[in-house]
């Protein structure tokens, strides 16, 4: 059973406005999120991480909000741009894991039109 | 150049085959990383060395061997490898103490197994 799970497949907006991917995981014990960026033809960059302690974080256009108790997590991208079109990744660490054991999600395809 | 550099980026290989993966790191890192990226799947983490020693193998069948013969390289040999085993394979380093998770991933090597 998956322990991090994207459940869009896919999502499309408009540039200029926000842009939200979601994330649920299962397991109290993921210590750090993270989110990777995609794009075609090439490997996954990190974006923006956030620990288990905090609920934001943020740099630049982008946001991570953890929600603990709905074991939830979302990015926010504003303003969205077409260069932000990419594959986007949600990943966990368990708590006092390697920190190469990173549990991956499917990943959302967005999409920004111009 | 990128930091971490995979060739070939792409390779058809029959199932009696031997291959072999290259992945080399140009960022003083001294842990490495192997994961396996198959259709409508999650990234899965294979393998992870850390200053030349394998510290993880997550339940990877045999046909998959890994090498490390130094922190900047590692290899994944591949032989008699099934139909199923055709994915995106990723190699990934980090600093061993890193408390972000943050793992730096290549562009990959296109496996086809037919």
């Known amino acids: 059973d998956q322990q991090v799970k994207q459940n869009s497949p896919s999502l499309s907006v408009q540039e200029g406005r926000i842009s939200i991917l979601n994330c649920d995981y299962t397991n109290s014990m993921f210590d750090y999120f993270l989110w990777y960026k995609k794009y075609p033809a090439e490997g996954p960059t990190f974006l923006i991480s956030i620990s288990s302690i905090k609920d934001k974080n943020e740099d630049g256009r982008f946001t991570v909000f953890l929600n603990k108790s709905a074991k939830h997590l979302s990015l926010h991208i504003v303003p969205s741009q077409p260069g932000d079109s990419a594959v986007y990744f949600c990943?966990?660490?368990?708590?006092?894991?390697?920190?190469?054991?990173?549990?991956f999600g499917k990943g959302t395809k967005l999409s920004v039109k111009p | 150049e990128t930091g971490v550099t995979q060739t070939p980026r792409h390779l058809v290989m029959g199932m009696t085959n031997k291959k072999s993966l290259k992945c080399e790191q140009h960022l003083g890192h001294n842990a490495m990383y192997w994961y396996k990226q198959s259709a409508k799947k999650p990234l899965e983490l294979m393998f992870v060395?850390?200053?030349?020693?394998?510290?993880e193998n997550n339940s990877v069948p045999s046909r998959f061997s890994p090498e490390c013969p130094n922190s900047s390289h590692l290899f994944l040999h591949l032989h008699t490898l099934q139909p199923e085993d055709s994915a995106l394979y990723l190699c990934?380093?980090?600093?061993?103490?890193?408390?972000?998770?943050?793992?730096?991933f290549g562009e990959g090597s296109r496996l086809t197994v037919l």
């Open positions: 990934a380093s980090a600093p061993s103490q890193i408390l972000s998770g943050e793992l730096f």
């Open positions: 060395y850390n200053f030349k020693e394998q510290t």
């Open positions: 990943a966990a660490r368990y708590y006092g894991g390697s920190q190469g054991n990173l549990i």
